[in-house]
């Protein structure tokens, strides 16, 4: 069991839903990535999302492709997010997913990949652009490696495949609730229900729903209808605003504490964290072959 999974068994034994925050990795650079990470795990974050920077992130809208350019801008290439990982898991055990695009881990070889961000204390990958169809030893060396690999499924998707899609992932499954690419909503999409009740009848998987929540108020909504509320564009246009300041690390950290309070009520104090920190992994997020 890797911190992603025992992340959502905590959750599930208390009754409460998990908050996943994304941000682009070097936006506006890796120290101060590092820095937020330790901060998110202090305001209750449960898992966060790593973007790692690539020049072509089709999935993505105008606020996280212009992280991404800022990241790229700042060096962020996929070894030094891994060291910025590493750094990380010397003071926090916050279970952390890889947000990334399939060329960015075959151009390293993709066994070699995940043996780098395994070692380095990555808990999970989420990679937009890689059907199951071309997956090949994705998955195995996944598993091998003691990573989650999570799955997207969209509100287009046909209930035939969403079985196929379930059937190879770990940690949760990322329920997409619109149509289009991430960025910011006035509303959640009105089948959200139908959407994540169509994806459980096919895994007993935790659901986490994203793509569009933009206030406390939407991350509770979807939260009620699934296991957890996942927000990027929200916290990551904030960031952008708030540049170079030198307090933008506080700042960012009471957005999201705000976020969180919204997702699990009454049940966590603003500013506290949502679990007691976990125990350390040994060995760390990896099982033997």
Known sequence: MNRIERRFEQLRARGQKGMIIYIGAGDPDLETTRRLAL???QAGVDVLELGVPFSDPLADGVVNQLAAQRGLSAGATPRKVLEAVQSI???????IVL???????????????????AAAGVDGFLVLDLPPEEAGDYG??????????????APTTPETRVARIVQ???????CVSREGVTGMQ???AANLADQVA??????????????????????RAAAAEADAAVV????????????GRPDLVDQVAGQVRAFVHGVKGSTLEAGSPSLPPPHPLAPQNRAEP
């Open 89 to 95: 898991r010397a003071r926090s055990e916050i279970p």
């Open 140 to 153: 195995p060396w996944m598993r091998q490696a003691g990573l989650c690999p999570i799955s997207l499924v």
């Open 232 to 243: 990027g564009s929200a916290i990551v246009s904030h960031i952008a605003r708030l540049g």
């Open 39 to 41: 901060a998110f795990d």
């Open 99 to 117: 947000y990334l695009y399939s060329n960015l881990i075959f151009r390293r070889g993709l066994h070699e990949f995940i043996q780098d961000a």
């Open 198 to 219: 169509r994806i459980r009848r096919h895994t007993a998987l935790p659901i986490a729903v994203g793509f569009g929540i933009s206030n406390p108020d939407q991350a």
């Open 168 to 174: 190879d992932a770990g940690g949760f499954i990322y």
């Open 186 to 188: 006035d509303r959640l």
